[in-house]
Every structure is written in C-alpha cells, then in structure tokens.
C-alpha cells in the first residue's frame, strides 16, 4: 500500500524527476490531494478485468462484476 501523505523533500524529487517547477501554493494542493493520486496509481498497477473497460465489453457474468 502507498503511504497517504508526502513530505517535501519526496515530492520535490518525483516532480523533479517529472520536469515540473510548481509553486509553493501549487505544491501545497498537490500535497492536499496526494492521497487520492497515491490510491489512483495503486489502483492503475492491479490486474482488472473486462469490467474496467465497458465500452469493449458485452455478455457480463455474475464473476465480471465481482
């Protein structure tokens, strides 16, 4: 699991690492927000089935929804 706050110097590194120089008050929001992203980005790395893509998919059984 994902820790649900960052400290400064963590959040520095990994917007570094992505290119981005935000402001003081648009790192502050970013903070404010990080766990919601943190859950976002575990969400993205578990194995989904066809349920995650509706569009694609037809015939739904009782395991799909699960």
């Given at each position: 699991?994902?820790?649900?706050?960052?400290?400064?110097?963590?959040?520095?590194l990994?917007?570094?690492?992505?290119?981005?120089?935000?402001?003081?008050?648009?790192?502050?929001?970013?903070?404010?927000?990080?766990?919601?992203?943190?859950?976002?980005?575990?969400?993205v790395?578990?194995?989904?089935?066809?349920?995650?893509?509706?569009?694609?998919?037809?015939?739904?059984?009782?395991?799909?929804?699960?």
């Open positions: 699991m994902m820790p649900t706050d960052i400290d400064d110097a963590a959040l520095d990994l917007l570094s690492r992505a290119g981005l120089s935000l402001t003081g008050a648009q790192k502050a929001e970013l903070k404010k927000h990080y766990s919601v992203v943190a859950t976002m980005a575990e969400n790395r578990k194995p989904r089935g066809r349920m995650a893509e509706l569009a694609h998919s037809y015939g739904f059984t009782a395991e799909d929804l699960q």
